[in-house]
Nanobody
Framework: QVQLVESGGGLVQAGGSLRLSCAAS????????MGWFRQAPGKEREFVVA????????YYANSMKGRFTISRDNAKNTVYLQMNSLKPEDTAVYYC??????????????????WGQGTQVTVSS
């Protein structure tokens, strides 16, 4: 069992930045690939980025490339999502997720075993 807790969301103006954190507890964190998804009101959950459990390989959704960066600190059992140049359309609840198996891109909700509760990001114009 893995528990995931996101933090770092909030209200930011367009063009600003936020860094989200996802703290994991439970089973060995380093054995999981980690991903970030987001869900805007009335829309389906959308893939943002995934990072492999080893080797540092990443896969980004096209619309996030160059603006968002995923990183992880296995010693702290934490994964981060640095978001720059934020746009109003980035407004959503952001979720981190952990996948025990599979390989990148890991862009489907169904590939993940555990989810956090989400953190709200609101970007004002």
């Amino acid at each position: 069992q893995v528990q995931l807790v996101e933090s770092g969301g909030g209200l930011v103006q367009a063009g600003g930045s936020l860094r989200l954190s996802c703290a994991a507890s439970g089973r060995t964190f380093s054995s999981y690939a980690m991903g970030w998804f987001r869900q805007a009101p009335g829309k389906e959950r959308e893939f943002v980025v995934a990072r492999s459990w080893t080797g540092g390989r990443t896969y980004y959704a096209n619309s996030m490339k160059g603006r968002f960066t995923i990183s992880r600190d296995n010693a702290k059992n934490t994964v981060y999502l640095q978001m720059n140049s934020l746009k109003p359309e980035d407004t959503a609840v952001y979720y981190c997720a952990a996948a025990l198996g599979g390989s990148l891109p890991l862009s489907s909700v169904s590939e993940y075993d555990y989810w956090g509760q989400g953190t709200q990001v609101t970007v004002s114009s």
